[in-house]
């Protein structure tokens, strides 16, 4: 007869060790290149203004007061780890140069331990990056991210994520709230392609590189200096009450989401 050891169990039956692997991915997004460059507070923490290669040490603490992480905490109950609650509200209700050096939950420090990006300091209260950060040409960066358009309203950036990662590692997904489209950052430029190729003018979604959105873009702003455009727009929005450039999804796009598998 044999016996099995299960793993820790929180409060709503997931195993310890999911919580560690969510939130070591979450900190491994903190620090990744996509991030940083968009993340002005980050990468000052992480020694923007003295080093280039963005290495510098960050207090851990500090990071797991932001609210994904904190977000991904709060499921870890209080009889797996008896300093969470207490440690938690230092991190958010107290001032930094007040807080006791002593509340990093033990999932966080395992979560740190357990990611290749990451390194952890020997006193357990510090992380940075593994590798130095290194800049990416503008060119490049948008050949690899997409511009996508219908997003709605109710759509995820994990929705988002999880419609694009059959075709390589999502490196970010930015969703301007109401504005109805989004940018999903890819690791490479053939990841992007075949995104492209595989998605664009699916379930009424246009899906093309920032380059060719750019180009795009720059072209209907040109237009739009026109003074024969801009009669032309006020007879067509006196006629249908419609202004601005034409949706790149299509016409008619019925309300959905990304969720629910697209747009039908």
């Known amino acids: 007869m044999s016996s099995t050891t299960s793993a820790p169990v929180n409060a709503a039956g997931a195993p310890q060790d999911a919580i560690v692997a969510k939130l070591q991915k979450q900190l491994d997004y903190y620090f990744s290149d996509a991030n940083l460059r968009r993340d002005a507070h980050l990468r000052g ?3 923007a203004k003295d080093d280039a290669t963005l290495r510098q040490w960050v207090d851990l603490e500090h990071v797991l007061a932001f609210a994904r992480a904190r977000a991904i905490l709060d499921e870890v ?5 008896g300093d969470r609650l207490s440690a938690m509200t230092q991190l958010t209700e107290e001032p930094a140069k007040k807080r006791a050096k002593k509340t990093i939950p033990a999932v966080a420090q395992d979560a740190a331990r357990a990611s290749s990006a990451l390194e952890l300091s020997e006193d357990g209260l510090q992380i940075r990056r593994a590798q130095p950060y290194v800049e990416v040409d503008k060119k490049e960066l948008a050949a690899r991210t997409l511009y996508v358009e219908p997003v709605a309203d109710e759509d995820s950036i994990d929705d988002v994520r999880a419609r694009f990662a059959p075709y ?3 490196a970010n997904v930015s969703l301007p709230k109401g504005r109805g489209f989004g940018f999903v950052e890819l690791e490479t430029r053939e990841s992007a392609q075949a995104a492209v190729a595989a998605l664009d003018g699916v379930d009424g979604v246009a899906v093309l590189t920032k380059l060719e959105w750019e180009r795009i873009d720059r072209r209907w702003k040109d237009l739009s200096r ?3 455009v801009a009669q032309a727009r006020r ?3 006196n006629v249908a009450g419609a202004d601005g450039p034409p949706k790149l999804g299509g016409s008619k796009i019925q309300p959905g989401g990304f969720a629910k598998g697209g747009r039908k």
């Open 45 to 47: 923490l992480a020694g």
């Open 226 to 228: 026109s003074p024969a």
């Open 77 to 81: 109950p209080t009889a797996t780890d």
């Open 235 to 237: 007879r067509r929005r």
């Open 168 to 170: 390589g590692n999502v």
